[in-house]
């Protein structure tokens, strides 16, 4: 009888044992779901609508660098501080008015740096700029100011102890892509083309890999220098989608032509829905600063390659989409193998 009792002490204690660890169990995943729906776990890089950045875990084990986002500090300033030069006033010479926005305008201006006198573009907060536009306007060259790629527009440096907020930026003599290339209507080989289509990809791959999403890639968002060198700029966090199909940034309404359904649907960016604007301005560059879509039937000069990348830019699947690593590596070798180039595809008809 003892023993029995012993026995059944013991199998009740094992049991009770077990019926704990399981409740245990239980209740940690429990914890774990809720929690994980309350942070939800991304894939891949994804810039939220507001700007914000959320980055998977251990994307970036094997990499020195990764892109940290400016509202990740307590002040700008703070950032400013970590990533922007700041300028001496009197070696800026401000010049003439180049365009505005709506709390900044751009000047050409002239730069002495190391004894030399260098040519820059010059953004200048307006008086009576809010806080909240002159954290958005300084956001961009802490953005910036952590870049450093032939592809990517270079930020000179800031000013802040003057009484007017600056960001001096390199000067890109030949503008932005759209209006360069219209303005030089159907005067580029097919060769250069893919050259200043090759320099917006490196730029992406270098941005892509640094974990930053653009969210507004566009040929108006690319400014060339004078080897055509094609660099990608405009990097506001001031942009944010609203129900009238269009984008409000600082410098007004932008038709959303651009911009991947998922990104539209979901609010998320990805380096995938970046792959899609890479698309669109393709097809910007070979019809010389068209609006995209315009027509749909002009397709000439265009070889079926660069047709076929297109359309693989936009497919619906975002994870089917390639990479900027990838089209990087293509635009390569069409570029050095022009065989490739002889093949128009047919109009599309409408």
Request: some cysteine; proline content about 3%; overall charge positive.
């Amino acid at each position: 009888m003892v023993v029995q009792v012993k026995g059944g002490v013991k199998v009740g204690a094992v049991f009770g044992a077990v019926f704990s660890l399981l409740f245990l169990i239980a209740l940690f995943v429990l914890i774990l779901c809720i929690w994980k729906k309350r942070h939800p776990m991304y894939f891949q890089v994804v810039r939220m609508e507001d700007g914000t950045v959320k980055l998977p875990s251990r994307l970036f084990k094997n990499q020195a660098k990764a892109y940290i986002d400016p509202t990740t500090y307590k002040d700008v300033d703070d950032a400013l501080e970590e990533f922007a030069y700041e300028l001496d006033r009197k070696d800026l010479r401000v010049g003439d008015i180049l365009g505005g926005g709506e709390f900044a305008d751009v000047h050409k201006g002239i730069l002495l740096r190391d004894g030399k006198l260098i040519d820059v573009a010059i953004k200048k907060l307006k008086t009576g700029a809010s806080k909240h536009d002159r954290d958005n306007f300084l956001g961009e060259a802490a953005i910036l100011g952590q870049f450093t790629n032939q592809n990517i527009i270079c930020l000179e440096g800031v000013i802040l102890r003057d009484k007017v907020n600056m960001i001096v930026l390199k000067y890109m003599v030949n503008g932005a892509l759209d209006k360069f290339l219209q303005k030089n209507n159907n005067q580029f080989t097919i060769l250069e083309l893919l050259g200043m289509a090759r320099g917006v990809a490196s730029g992406m791959k270098y941005l892509s890999e640094m974990g930053f999403i653009h969210r507004d890639l566009a040929a108006r968002n690319i400014l060339v220098d004078e080897p055509k060198n094609c660099k990608v700029a405009d990097f506001s966090m001031n942009r944010k989608i609203t129900i009238d199909e269009t984008y409000d940034t600082k410098g007004g309404k932008i038709p959303i032509g651009w911009t991947a359904p998922d990104a539209l649907r979901f609010r998320k960016f990805t380096s995938a829905s970046d792959m899609w604007s890479y698309g669109v301005l393709l097809w910007e560059i070979m019809s010389y600063g068209e609006r995209p879509y315009c027509g749909w039937e002009n397709y000439k000069g265009c070889p079926k390659i660069m047709h076929d990348l297109m359309l693989h830019c936009w497919n619906k699947d975002p994870s089917k989409r390639p990479k900027f690593s990838s089209v990087v590596i293509l635009f390569e070798k069409w570029i050095s193998n022009s065989d490739l180039l002889t093949e128009i595809p047919l109009p599309i008809v409408t």
